[in-house]
C-alpha cells in the first residue's frame, strides 16, 4: 500500500507483469481508466485500488481470466455505471471462483443489478455496494451466498420489501442497509441470524412492529432502526438482547407503550437493567409513554440517552446518569416533573398514595359500622322499655280523640318477651309522629 502516488497506470500493465499476484494501490491518487489488460495477470488473487481516483466504466472482461481472483476492491473512486451495459463488468466475475470480497462503495454506479448478480462466486464473505446509485429490488437470489459475513447496501435508491430469504445467510455479522427506499415490515426471518452484530435498517421507509425475533440476535452489539415508520411497543425481547453494548436507536417511528420497569425485564439470565455497558439508547421522537426507568441511571458507560419528544410522564429519577443533565435528553415530554434543579421541570404534585387510601378504609369500615350498630341497639332497647309492663300489652299507641279510631293489639302476659323488629320501630314511630 502506497500514498500519494499518482498518474495512470500503464495501459499494459497486465501484459508486462503476467505473474503478478497480488495489486495494492489503494490510499494513492491515481487516475484515469483501469486498464482492461488486467485480466492478463491470470494468477492475480488480490486487485486493491481502494481510495483513488480512477474514473470511466469498469472493464467488462475484468474477471473473465481470474479464475484466482479473491479480493477485488474497487471502492472509493469515480467509476461509472449508468447504462445497464455498464454492468457486463458483473457477468465477467463469474469466472473467478474463488472470489471471497467483493467491495464497490463509493463510486457512480447506477441503475439496478444484473441478473449475471447470482452468477458470482459462492464463496463470497464480504459484498460492499453502498454510497452509489444502484435502484430496484434488491434480488432474492442472494440466498445462494450462503458464507456471506458482511453485506452492506448503505445510501443507494433500493426499493421494495427486505427478502425473507435474508433469514438463511445464517453466517451473516454485518446487515448495512441504511439510507435506502425499503418499504413494508421487517422480516421476522431475521431472527435466524444469531451470528448478527450489526443491524443497520434506518433511513427506510419500513412499518409495522419490530419483530420480538430479533431477540433470537444474541450476538448484536449495534440496532439501528431509526427513521422508519414504525409502530406499537420495543418487544422485551429486543430490550434484552444481552451483548447490545454499543447504541441502541430507534428514533424518529410511531412507537409507543411504556418502557419496561426493571421488575418486568427480569429473566433466566439478563434484563436491560443488566446492560450497564451500553454506550448509546435514542429512543427520541415516538410516543412512547409511562414512567422513566430509573434503572436506566445505572449505565455508567452511557454516552448518549436521548429520551425527548415522546410522552413520558411521572417523576424524573434522579440518581446516578440522571444527575448530570449533559448525558442525557429528555426535553419536549411535557408530563415529567422534579428530577435535578439544572432539568428546570416542574415539581411533582403530592398524591396520597393507593395504600394509604386503602388503610383510610380498612379503618373507616368497620368503625361506622360499629357505630351503627351501637345506635340501631340503643334504639331498639328505648323502644323495648317503653313498652306497658302489664297482663295485656299494646304494641301500637296513639292519642285517643274523638275523632280518632285507634286499634290496639292485645297480646297475652306470656310474650311480654317480644322483641320488636325495625319495621315495627319504624310502624310505632309513624304513628307517634302523627
Not at 409507543?256 to 426493571?262: K, N, V
Not at 439478563?270 to 421522537?285: E, F, N, T, V, Y
Not at 448525558?327 to 439544572?342: P, Y
Request: aromatic share 8%.
Amino acid at each position: 500500500m502506497l500514498y500519494f502516488l499518482q498518474g495512470a497506470l500503464p495501459d499494459d500493465i497486465g501484459d508486462t507483469l503476467p505473474y503478478l499476484r497480488a495489486l495494492g494501490l489503494a490510499y494513492n491518487q491515481f487516475e484515469g481508466p483501469i486498464p482492461a489488460s488486467l485480466d492478463k495477470a491470470v494468477l492475480l488473487e488480490e486487485l486493491d485500488i481502494n481510495s483513488n481516483n480512477f474514473s470511466g466504466q469498469i472493464p467488462r472482461n475484468l474477471g473473465s481470466k481470474l479464475p484466482n481472483l479473491k479480493q477485488l476492491s474497487l471502492g472509493k473512486n469515480q467509476l461509472v455505471a449508468a447504462d445497464p451495459d455498464d454492468w457486463d463488468f458483473i457477468a465477467s466475475m463469474a469466472s473467478c471462483r474463488q472470489l471471497e470480497d467483493l467491495n464497490l462503495i463509493e463510486n457512480q454506479l447506477a441503475g439496478e443489478l444484473p441478473d449475471s448478480f447470482a452468477n458470482l462466486s459462492r464463496r463470497l464473505n464480504s459484498l460492499t455496494l453502498g454510497r452509489n446509485g444502484i435502484s430496484g429490488n434488491f434480488p432474492a437470489t442472494i440466498r445462494r451466498f450462503t458464507n456471506l459475513v458482511t453485506l452492506g447496501l448503505n445510501k443507494n435508491q433500493f426499493t421494495g420489501p427486505i427478502p425473507d430469504v435474508l433469514g438463511e445467510l445464517i453466517e451473516l455479522e454485518s446487515l448495512i442497509w441504511y439510507d435506502n427506499k425499503f418499504t413494508g415490515t421487517i422480516p421476522t426471518t431475521l431472527g435466524n441470524l444469531t451470528r448478527l452484530s450489526e443491524l443497520f435498517l434506518d433511513g427506510n421507509f419500513l412499518t409495522g412492529t419490530t419483530p420480538a425475533k430479533l431477540g433470537k440476535c444474541q450476538n448484536l452489539h449495534i440496532l439501528d432502526l431509526s427513521n422508519n415508520q414504525l409502530t406499537s411497543s420495543i418487544p422485551l425481547e429486543v430490550l434484552s438482547i444481552e451483548a447490545l453494548s454499543n447504541f441502541v436507536d430507534m428514533s424518529n417511528n410511531y412507537l409507543i407503550g411504556p418502557l419496561p420497569q426493571e421488575e418486568l425485564l427480569r429473566r433466566d439470565h439478563s434484563s436491560l437493567a443488566d446492560l450497564k455497558g451500553l454506550k448509546g439508547l435514542d429512543l427520541s421522537h415516538n410516543n412512547l409513554s409511562g414512567p422513566i426507568p430509573k434503572f436506566l441511571g445505572n449505565y455508567q458507560d452511557m454516552e448518549n440517552l436521548n429520551l425527548s419528544y415522546n410522552s413520558f410522564s411521572g417523576e424524573m429519577p434522579s440518581q446516578g446518569l440522571f444527575l448530570n443533565s449533559s448525558e442525557f435528553d429528555v426535553e419536549g415530554n411535557r408530563g415529567i416533573c422534579g428530577g435535578t434543579a439544572g432539568l428546570h421541570l416542574p415539581s411533582c404534585p403530592t398524591h396520597k398514595s393507593k395504600n394509604y387510601w386503602r388503610l383510610v378504609l380498612a379503618i373507616a369500615l368497620p368503625v361506622s359500622t360499629l357505630f351503627l350498630c351501637i345506635a340501631l341497639f340503643t334504639a331498639f332497647y328505648v323502644v323495648g322499655r317503653q313498652l306497658p309492663q302489664s297482663n295485656e300489652t299494646s304494641m301500637f299507641r296513639g292519642d285517643q280523640t274523638s275523632d280518632q279510631i285507634v286499634t290496639f293489639l292485645i297480646y297475652p302476659k306470656e310474650h311480654l318477651n317480644f322483641k320488636p323488629t325495625l319495621a315495627h320501630l319504624l310502624n310505632s314511630l309513624k304513628i307517634q309522629s302523627s
